[in-house]
Every structure is written in structure tokens, then in C-alpha cells.
């Protein structure tokens, strides 16, 4: 299976984490996964005018295009030239060549959610006008427009996430290689369901805070982030506390909260990120699928239930009280 | 015969990269550099919470995202006063090596190696050689360095959460704090890393590359075991195509000095270092100004970064580039590893420098070096972690302040000036390491370090990518998207 990989609007954080996919031998993988790299920018020997051919050739049809990959926004300032990024070398504008390669790919993947979204290039005043491959934030649309459908009989498929874990890349484009990708395996905003059916907080380390509402404070602490430090990963979709990043890590493993880097949109909060927007004292952003009745109702009763171990660990960097020890056989 | 060359896309470069060349003669006469994206992420800041750069900034570069996050955090730090506790510096300083010493590693097997497994090499006699090491996406050594560096970057997802673009570093220190028994993982970590430097890239203790202290003994050193480690094989070809007349530097380097530590001193000082004065001088950030002229932005005045403004401005005349041209006390300096190295006194690159300059050679020699210099003060540092005292102190930035964050990328010194009022940022200011290196002519129309480093490159008949170019941009290990922002 033929992949072109091109970049535009982002800052090339997707391919730098597609190297830490998890695999003794990162080239092998892709071989035995059917995986034939054409070009990808940090990867490929050819530059220049070898590469210029080699996109003359996909676009006129001497080169069988499987998947298109785009990374970055796609840049239609100003005016809708798109000269905020012309290809180096070509003197034209990257969308035009965009435009013209999806139209003949089999597949269209967005990698990242500056492609599919926007992502963050697009945030506040978006001067670029940037917008993703078939989305603009939220609104069906984007560079390809909201009817595009790939010649493989598929929409842009969505691998979002800032950046994007490589897990989720590989397993897509494996995914496509053996034919085993349909329609059905892609969520409501077309990202692959394998991972964007989970939620960031499943699995999370805090989830004992998180029950007893033991929030932290401040950066550092152990406790729950959601109440005060702008966690969302109980809206998150995202398997990040599941399939680990870089061995044993996730963002709320590192100390921080998850800022919803999968969803459309999420550059621009409509508040701070680190901290939790709240309506009486109560957090905006309900945990997906939970009535606010429901939210309050067991957070007021978890809290008077609050272990002083989970109490007082939830406002320090280490465990400062350990569970206790038993001296009778565990039941 | 004199003709003109537009060259691009470039890549095993980070982001898009275009290059005018003005050849006469089997020669470049003139190069012109042009950062062909704009994104904006200066006018993206202007407006919001200051504790939002955190977010936004990292992702100005995946490549680089710790530097610009340490730079930020910096800033900030610097406009609120706090103090950083000695936890924090060394969690800070081991992820930002981490992330410097992974870009060296990918710089020289995927980036910068793999053009000497080109065809126009089929005849010399280390060809086979270099082509099963590092040809793109088959070398043997290449594959191996990307499963070492999946490996090393673990670290990373310990320290930060994850990479690129982790939020764990803060203004006042690291929100992730480690614990005992971690530190013995990553200590593991950071020893596996080591073992595959001392067996593939330098076949050598790392001590003993990092006491070098002369191109006497690095030579006796080469000829001892000339195939032994990917370092040799780099000095066989590289004196055999003599690449240390390639891509020479304007002779002034720049550096703001690397890994801070608890003390304030930097493990790798800062310092201009001066080739025909043949020291080091102090660093003056005052005498820092960025000039439009020959970029798509309004303003013809060159500013400091404290008082800059980006704003585009595409049918500027005499515009050529998204890139503005940074210069200090008026003059182009380089920076990188190489600047590092020399204003920290490396006594082997200063040798190698006072005989033949910054070039293409120096250049990846100065990274090699850092990366064996660099490594084994990660384990002091982590040795040097207190598990159980505090990682970070909390801050409170006044309303109105202001603030400069300055740090070495693995391409070379960064910084960040930010200006706070009534709670939100007002200017947001950021001169990258590229931005130096690739930076356009000035408005006395003098060319930026890559550009002069072009002149006089040679160009074979029939070359459209011509290859010796290949080598001197990528010998700068240039960042585009960090250049523009
Ligand atoms: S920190 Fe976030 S993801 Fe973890 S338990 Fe709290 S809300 Fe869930
Ligand atoms: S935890 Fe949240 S912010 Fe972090 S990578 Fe996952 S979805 Fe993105």
C-alpha cells in the first residue's frame, strides 16, 4: 500500500511521535504491515525536483496513491490564496497540491488535529484562516468540503490528537493495508473508534481522587484535576490512559491536565486552560454521559466520605499517608 | 555560464524550506533563504491567559517542543519572580537534554547521513560502507538509532506525561514529582541509551570521546580502528570530501548557555564566541534586533524582541521570506552545538574551529561531542534529585510585568520575551535558533549565515538539487517551523 506523507500548517509534532511508536525495528514494521512508505519528510532520501516528481506523478496517475496522509492545518489565507504556505520548489500553494492528491487517493487520512480540525493554528484570530482536511473546528467543511468522499468509498479519516499518538496512526494505516477498515469503524466526527470510543479518564491513576472529589490544587499535586486545574478527561475521547505515550506516560500521569487534544476545538477552551471553569462553585464540563442533578448529588456525598489518606495525599507530590496495613487476612 | 536555481522542497529539514541560488561558474554566487509558512503564533498569544503559552508555544515545533516550553516557562518565571526548587531544575534540565541529545541522534543517522548513501558517491571507497549504515529508511545503524531513541524518549513520558508537547513544566518547576524507585528506572534508561552510543556511534567510552582535546588526537584516535563506530565512518568521508570547505559560518557564534543549574551557572556556558578574536565574549541580549526588511511583515525599523510586532505583510516589496533577520550589535551570528561547544571552552571543536572554521564538519563533529559530553551529566543530575522534597513552587504573576526566558535548543539559543498587562498577554515576542541561522539579508543587505554560507558552493553540471547545498543546510540541522512561527 502506496503512503505519501505531506506536511503543512502544524509543527511536525505528529511525525516526531509516529518515530515513538513502540517497535524494535520501525522501517520492518511498516514493511510487514504492507506498509510502503513513498515519501514522508523526515524519513525519505528524496528532495527537490525528485521529489516534485514524485508528486507530478501521483497527481497525473503514473503512481497508484493508497493514502494520503496530511499533517498541519491547511493555510487558505490570505484571501483565500493560500499563500501563507506555498511548496518550496513548486510556487504553488500547498492546499492546490492538497486538493489535487486527495482527489486521487484511495484514502485520505488527517493526521493530528490540526488536520483534521484545525487544531491549534487555527486558535483566536486564525489569521491564516486555517482549517482542517474536512472539517473547520466543529462544522463539516474544511479545504475538501463536507460531501468529500475518497475514491476508497471513505471520508477523511480523522486521527486526531496534538499530536497524535502513534499507536493510533499505525494501527490505521495497518488497518487499511489489510482491509480491514469500513465505514462503521469511525465515530460520529469520523475519527477511528478503536481509540475515540474510550474516555481519557478511563484508567487514569487519580481515579481514587477522583471518586472521593480529592482534588489537587495546584501543579504537582496527586489529587484529581478536575475540579480546579482544567482536566476534561472525563469528556475526552481518547484511550490515553490505556495505551500509555512514551512507555509509562499520559498527561495526567505527567502532572497535568488533559486538555481535550482530540476534539475540534479544544485551542479555544472560552477559558484558561489550567483552570476549571465553574457555574456556583459547580464544574461546566460534565463527565460525559452524567446528569448534573447526578454529578452534584454524588460529589457532596463522596466528599463527606473522603478517606483522610486520600484526603491529604490529593494535596501533596508523594504519598504522604499510605493505605493502611491490616493485620488480619484480607476478606 | 550563470544561471538560477529555486531549490526545495528540502526535507529531512523540520518544516518547508526553499533556497534561491545564483550560480556562475560551478559555483554559487549569491543564495537567497526563504521560510516559505506562516502560522503566527506571536499574533495567537497576544490576548490570553498568561499560563495559556504553556499550551500554545510547544506546539510552535514537535521537534523541539521542550525547548519552547523551557523557554515560556522561563519567561513567565522571570515575570513573576519565583524561584524554581532544585528538583524542578534537575527534572526540567533531564527532559530538555532528553529532548536535545534525541535530536542530535536524529539529525545525524536521519537526517544529515543518509545523502552519502547518494548514487553520486557509488565510487568512493567507504560508499557501501555508509549506505548500509545510514540509507534512508533501510541503514542498519539508521533503524537501530530510532528504536534507541523510542527507548530514550521514555523518559519523557515518565518526566512529561508525553512527547512532543507536554505541560509538566511549569514556571515554578516540574508538576511531575519522582519518586525513588523511578529514579532507578530512568537511571536504566538513561545507561541503555549510553550503551548504544558506546557500541554504534562511537565505539567508545563516552568519557574518552568527550576528552579529546585536540584534532591531533581526535585524528590518532580515527586512526586507531577507522571503521569502529559511526563517528570514524563520518570522519573518513568528511575528510575525504573534504567537508570542511563546506558551508563556512560568519565566524561569531551564539550561545545563551545550556542547563541552568540550581546555582544559576550553566552546565555548558554562554557566551559570543569570536573567531578572529579567538575568545569568548559576554552575551548582551540588549544588543539583540530583528529586521524586517526582507521579509513578507510590516515595519522597516529594526526592533528588540521586548518592543517587536509580526504582522504580514505579502506584497512587501524587497520581501522574500516569512523570516525576519535577528542580528546582534548589528552583526549575523550562527548558533547550534557548535556555539555551545565553543563558548564552553570544548578544547577539541575550538581546535578544530581555530583550523578551519564552523562548516559543515565542525558542525556535526560539535553535535557528536555534545551528545557524549551531555549524557553522563544526566545521571548526576538525576543522582542529584532529593525524592520527597519539592519539585515546584507555586507563583502569582502580577497583572502588569514583563518577562525574558532564554534557553539552548538543540539548534541553538532561544528566547522568549513576554509583556503582561492587566492579567493577559499583550506582546509576545520569539527568535528562534534557525531564525538566526537561516535569517534573510539585513537592510545594509548583508546575507544571514546560511546564505554566505552557500556562496561558493559548488554546483555540478546538471545538479537541479545540488548536493554539496544538500549538505551545508542540513549541516545547520535547521528548524522552519520554528523559524517563522
Ligand atoms: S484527573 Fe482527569 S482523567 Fe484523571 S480522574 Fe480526574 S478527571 Fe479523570
Ligand atoms: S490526555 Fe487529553 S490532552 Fe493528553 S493527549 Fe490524551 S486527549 Fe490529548
Same mark, same amino acid.
Given at each position: 500500500m502506496n503512503v505519501l506523507w505531506l506536511q503543512s500548517g502544524g509543527c511536525g509534532g505528529c511525525s516526531m511521535s509516529l518515530l515513538c511508536a513502540d517497535t524494535a525495528d520501525f522501517p520492518?514494521?511498516?514493511?510487514?504491515?504492507?506498509?510502503?512508505?513513498l515519501w514522508h519528510p523526515s524519513l525519505s532520501l528524496a528532495s527537490g525536483r525528485e521529489l516534485v516528481a514524485l508528486l507530478e506523478d501521483c497527481r497525473d496517475g503514473r503512481t497508484r496513491l493508497d493514502v494520503l496522509c496530511i499533517e498541519g492545518s491547511l493555510l487558505r489565507g490570505p484571501n483565500g490564496t493560500g499563500r501563507f504556505h506555498v511548496l518550496a520548489g513548486t510556487g504553488v500553494p500547498m492546499i492546490d497540491w492538497v486538493s489535487a492528491l486527495a482527489a486521487v487517493a484511495t484514502h485520505v487520512v488527517a493526521v493530528g488535529s490540526c488536520a483534521a480540525w484545525g487544531g491549534i493554528t487555527a486558535t483566536g484570530p486564525n489569521i491564516t484562516?486555517?482549517?482542517?482536511?474536512?472539517?473547520?473546528?466543529?462544522r463539516p467543511g474544511g479545504l475538501l468540503g463536507a460531501d468529500f468522499v475518497a475514491r476508497g468509498g471513505l471520508p477523511v479519516i480523522n486521527v486526531a490528537g496534538c499530536p497524535t499518538h502513534p499507536g493510533w496512526v499505525v494501527d490505521t494505516l495497518m488497518a487499511l493495508a489489510a482491509k480491514l477498515f469500513?465505514?462503521?469503524?469511525?465515530? @460520529?466526527?469520523?475519527? @477511528?473508534?478503536?481509540?475515540?470510543?474510550?474516555?481519557?479518564?478511563?484508567?487514569?491513576?487519580?481515579?481514587?481522587?477522583?471518586?472521593?472529589?480529592?482534588?489537587?490544587?495546584? @501543579?504537582?499535586?496527586?489529587?484529581? $484535576?478536575?475540579?480546579? $486545574?482544567?482536566?476534561?478527561?472525563?469528556?475526552?475521547?481518547?484511550?490515553?490512559?490505556?495505551?500509555?505515550?512514551?512507555?509509562?506516560?499520559s498527561c495526567t500521569r505527567g502532572g497535568y491536565a488533559c486538555i481535550s487534544c482530540t476534539e475540534p476545538g479544544f485551542q479555544d477552551p472560552g477559558h484558561a486552560f489550567h483552570q476549571t471553569p465553574k457555574l456556583a462553585g459547580i464544574p461546566i464540563g460534565l463527565p460525559t454521559d452524567m446528569p448534573k442533578a447526578w454529578f452534584v448529588a454524588l460529589a457532596s456525598l463522596s466528599k463527606s466520605a473522603t478517606p483522610k489518606r486520600v484526603k491529604s495525599n490529593a494535596t501533596a507530590d508523594h504519598v504522604v499517608v499510605a493505605p493502611a496495613v491490616r493485620k488480619t487476612r484480607l476478606k | 555560464m550563470s544561471q538560477r536555481l529555486i531549490v526545495g522542497p528540502f526535507n529531512r529539514v523540520e518544516g518547508d524550506l526553499e533556497v534561491q541560488l545564483d550560480i556562475a561558474d560551478g559555483r554559487v554566487t549569491q543564495a537567497r533563504v526563504n521560510a516559505t509558512m506562516y502560522r503566527g503564533f506571536e499574533q495567537m498569544l497576544a490576548g490570553r491567559a498568561p499560563l495559556d503559552a504553556l499550551v500554545i508555544v510547544p506546539r510552535i515545533c514537535g521537534i523541539c517542543s521542550v525547548s519552547q516550553s523551557v523557554a515560556a516557562a522561563r519567561a513567565i518565571a522571570d515575570?513573576?519572580?519565583?524561584?524554581?526548587?532544585?528538583?524542578?531544575? =534537575?527534572?526540567?534540565?533531564?527532559? +530538555?537534554?532528553?529532548?536535545?541529545?534525541?535530536?542530535?541522534?536524529? =539529525?545525524?543517522?536521519?537526517?544529515?547521513?543518509?545523502?552519502?548513501? !547518494?548514487?553520486?558517491?557509488?565510487?568512493?571507497? %567507504?560508499?557501501?560502507?555508509?549506505? !548500509?549504515?545510514?540509507? &534512508?529508511?533501510?541503514?542498519?545503524?539508521?533503524?537501530?538509532?530510532?528504536? &534507541?531513541?523510542?527507548? %530514550?524518549?521514555?523518559?519523557?513520558?515518565? *518526566?512529561?506525561?508525553? %512527547?512532543?508537547?507536554?505541560?509538566?513544566?511549569?514556571?515554578?518547576?516540574?508538576?511531575? &514529582?519522582?519518586?525513588?524507585?523511578?529514579?532507578? !528506572?530512568?537511571?536504566a534508561k538513561v545507561r541503555e541509551f549510553r550503551a548504544f552510543l558506546e557500541t554504534t556511534t562511537f565505539g567508545a567510552p563516552l568519557e574518552e570521546i568527550a576528552a579529546l582535546d585536540s584534532e591531533a588526537a581526535l585524528q590518532r584516535w580515527h586512526a586507531a580502528d577507522p571503521?569502529?563506530?559511526? *563517528?570514524?565512518?563520518?570522519? /573518513?568521508?568528511?575528510?575525504? *570530501?573534504?567537508?570542511?570547505?563546506?558551508?563556512?559560518?560568519?565566524?561569531?557564534?551564539?550561545?545563551? #548557555?545550556?542547563?541552568?543549574?540550581?546555582?544559576g551557572s550553566h552546565a555548558l556556558a554562554d557566551g559570543v564566541w569570536n573567531e578572529s578574536l579567538g575568545r569568548v565574549q559576554p552575551v548582551d541580549t540588549g544588543a539583540i534586533r530583528e529586521d524586517a526588511t526582507h521579509a513578507w511583515l510590516a515595519g522597516d525599523e529594526a526592533l528588540h524582541p521586548s518592543e517587536g510586532l509580526t504582522a504580514p505583510m505579502l506584497d512587501k516589496p524587497g520581501g522574500y521570506t516569512w523570516n525576519k533577520a535577528p542580528r546582534l550589535s548589528g552583526e549575523v551570528v550562527e548558533t547550534g552545538a557548535i556555539a555551545r561547544q565553543l563558548a564552553s571552552g570544548q578544547p577539541l571543536i575550538r581546535d578544530a574551529v581555530a583550523r578551519c572554521g564552523a562548516n559543515v564538519y565542525t558542525r556535526v563533529l560539535a553535535r557528536l561531542v555534545e551528545l557524549a559530553r551531555v549524557l553522563p551529566m544526566t545521571e548526576q543530575w538525576l543522582t542529584?534529585?532529593?525524592?520527597?522534597?519539592?519539585?515546584? =513552587?507555586?507563583?502569582? *504573576?502580577?497583572?502588569?510585568?514583563?518577562?525574558? #526566558? +532564554? /534557553?539552548?535548543?538543540?539548534?541553538?539559543?532561544l528566547g522568549h520575551w513576554v509583556s503582561v498587562r492587566h492579567g493577559r498577554i499583550e506582546r509576545y515576542q520569539i527568535v528562534?535558533?534557525?531564525? %538566526?541561522?537561516?535569517?534573510?539579508?539585513?537592510?545594509?543587505?548583508?546575507?544571514?549565515a546560511l546564505e554566505a554560507a552557500l556562496e561558493g558552493a559548488p554546483v555540478q553540471p546538471g545538479e537541479d538539487t545540488p548536493v554539496a547545498v544538500q549538505h551545508i543546510v542540513r549541516s545547520f540541522d535547521p528548524c522552519m517551523v520554528c523559524t517563522v512561527h
Amino acid at each position: 500500500m502506496n503512503v505519501l506523507w505531506l506536511q503543512s500548517g502544524g509543527c511536525g509534532g505528529c511525525s516526531m511521535s509516529l518515530l515513538c511508536a513502540d517497535t524494535a525495528d520501525f522501517p520492518a514494521m511498516l514493511k510487514s504491515g504492507g506498509i510502503d512508505l513513498l515519501w514522508h519528510p523526515s524519513l525519505s532520501l528524496a528532495s527537490g525536483r525528485e521529489l516534485v516528481a514524485l508528486l507530478e506523478d501521483c497527481r497525473d496517475g503514473r503512481t497508484r496513491l493508497d493514502v494520503l496522509c496530511i499533517e498541519g492545518s491547511l493555510l487558505r489565507g490570505p484571501n483565500g490564496t493560500g499563500r501563507f504556505h506555498v511548496l518550496a520548489g513548486t510556487g504553488v500553494p500547498m492546499i492546490d497540491w492538497v486538493s489535487a492528491l486527495a482527489a486521487v487517493a484511495t484514502h485520505v487520512v488527517a493526521v493530528g488535529s490540526c488536520a483534521a480540525w484545525g487544531g491549534i493554528t487555527a486558535t483566536g484570530p486564525n489569521i491564516t484562516d486555517a482549517c482542517g482536511l474536512q472539517y473547520d473546528g466543529d462544522r463539516p467543511g474544511g479545504l475538501l468540503g463536507a460531501d468529500f468522499v475518497a475514491r476508497g468509498g471513505l471520508p477523511v479519516i480523522n486521527v486526531a490528537g496534538c499530536p497524535t499518538h502513534p499507536g493510533w496512526v499505525v494501527d490505521t494505516l495497518m488497518a487499511l493495508a489489510a482491509k480491514l477498515f469500513v465505514a462503521d469503524d469511525l465515530d @460520529p466526527l469520523n475519527r @477511528p473508534r478503536f481509540y475515540a470510543d474510550q474516555l481519557v479518564h478511563h484508567g487514569c491513576t487519580r481515579n481514587e481522587y477522583y471518586e472521593f472529589k480529592a482534588s489537587a490544587e495546584k @501543579p504537582s499535586d496527586l489529587g484529581c $484535576m478536575m475540579e480546579n $486545574m482544567g482536566c476534561k478527561g472525563t469528556q475526552a475521547h481518547a484511550d490515553c490512559n490505556t495505551r500509555l505515550w512514551n512507555g509509562e506516560g499520559s498527561c495526567t500521569r505527567g502532572g497535568y491536565a488533559c486538555i481535550s487534544c482530540t476534539e475540534p476545538g479544544f485551542q479555544d477552551p472560552g477559558h484558561a486552560f489550567h483552570q476549571t471553569p465553574k457555574l456556583a462553585g459547580i464544574p461546566i464540563g460534565l463527565p460525559t454521559d452524567m446528569p448534573k442533578a447526578w454529578f452534584v448529588a454524588l460529589a457532596s456525598l463522596s466528599k463527606s466520605a473522603t478517606p483522610k489518606r486520600v484526603k491529604s495525599n490529593a494535596t501533596a507530590d508523594h504519598v504522604v499517608v499510605a493505605p493502611a496495613v491490616r493485620k488480619t487476612r484480607l476478606k | 555560464m550563470s544561471q538560477r536555481l529555486i531549490v526545495g522542497p528540502f526535507n529531512r529539514v523540520e518544516g518547508d524550506l526553499e533556497v534561491q541560488l545564483d550560480i556562475a561558474d560551478g559555483r554559487v554566487t549569491q543564495a537567497r533563504v526563504n521560510a516559505t509558512m506562516y502560522r503566527g503564533f506571536e499574533q495567537m498569544l497576544a490576548g490570553r491567559a498568561p499560563l495559556d503559552a504553556l499550551v500554545i508555544v510547544p506546539r510552535i515545533c514537535g521537534i523541539c517542543s521542550v525547548s519552547q516550553s523551557v523557554a515560556a516557562a522561563r519567561a513567565i518565571a522571570d515575570a513573576s519572580g519565583v524561584t524554581v526548587p532544585p528538583n524542578g531544575v =534537575h527534572t526540567i534540565n533531564l527532559m +530538555l537534554a532528553c529532548e536535545n541529545l534525541a535530536d542530535h541522534l536524529s =539529525h545525524f543517522y536521519l537526517f544529515f547521513m543518509p545523502d552519502f548513501a !547518494r548514487p553520486v558517491y557509488a565510487q568512493r571507497p %567507504w560508499f557501501a560502507e555508509a549506505t !548500509r549504515r545510514f540509507a &534512508a529508511l533501510a541503514g542498519e545503524h539508521a533503524r537501530a538509532a530510532v528504536a &534507541a531513541r523510542q527507548r %530514550w524518549f521514555e523518559i519523557m513520558g515518565t *518526566l512529561g506525561g508525553k %512527547w512532543p508537547h507536554t505541560l509538566s513544566i511549569q514556571p515554578g518547576g516540574s508538576a511531575r &514529582a519522582v519518586e525513588a524507585a523511578e529514579r532507578i !528506572r530512568l537511571l536504566a534508561k538513561v545507561r541503555e541509551f549510553r550503551a548504544f552510543l558506546e557500541t554504534t556511534t562511537f565505539g567508545a567510552p563516552l568519557e574518552e570521546i568527550a576528552a579529546l582535546d585536540s584534532e591531533a588526537a581526535l585524528q590518532r584516535w580515527h586512526a586507531a580502528d577507522p571503521l569502529r563506530g559511526d *563517528l570514524r565512518l563520518f570522519l /573518513t568521508l568528511a575528510a575525504d *570530501l573534504k567537508l570542511e570547505t563546506l558551508g563556512r559560518g560568519p565566524g561569531r557564534t551564539l550561545s545563551f #548557555g545550556a542547563y541552568r543549574q540550581p546555582d544559576g551557572s550553566h552546565a555548558l556556558a554562554d557566551g559570543v564566541w569570536n573567531e578572529s578574536l579567538g575568545r569568548v565574549q559576554p552575551v548582551d541580549t540588549g544588543a539583540i534586533r530583528e529586521d524586517a526588511t526582507h521579509a513578507w511583515l510590516a515595519g522597516d525599523e529594526a526592533l528588540h524582541p521586548s518592543e517587536g510586532l509580526t504582522a504580514p505583510m505579502l506584497d512587501k516589496p524587497g520581501g522574500y521570506t516569512w523570516n525576519k533577520a535577528p542580528r546582534l550589535s548589528g552583526e549575523v551570528v550562527e548558533t547550534g552545538a557548535i556555539a555551545r561547544q565553543l563558548a564552553s571552552g570544548q578544547p577539541l571543536i575550538r581546535d578544530a574551529v581555530a583550523r578551519c572554521g564552523a562548516n559543515v564538519y565542525t558542525r556535526v563533529l560539535a553535535r557528536l561531542v555534545e551528545l557524549a559530553r551531555v549524557l553522563p551529566m544526566t545521571e548526576q543530575w538525576l543522582t542529584a534529585l532529593a525524592p520527597r522534597e519539592p519539585f515546584f =513552587h507555586a507563583d502569582r *504573576l502580577p497583572a502588569d510585568a514583563d518577562g525574558v #526566558g +532564554l /534557553t539552548e535548543a538543540a539548534r541553538g539559543a532561544l528566547g522568549h520575551w513576554v509583556s503582561v498587562r492587566h492579567g493577559r498577554i499583550e506582546r509576545y515576542q520569539i527568535v528562534a535558533p534557525t531564525s %538566526w541561522n537561516f535569517s534573510p539579508r539585513d537592510a545594509s543587505g548583508t546575507p544571514g549565515a546560511l546564505e554566505a554560507a552557500l556562496e561558493g558552493a559548488p554546483v555540478q553540471p546538471g545538479e537541479d538539487t545540488p548536493v554539496a547545498v544538500q549538505h551545508i543546510v542540513r549541516s545547520f540541522d535547521p528548524c522552519m517551523v520554528c523559524t517563522v512561527h
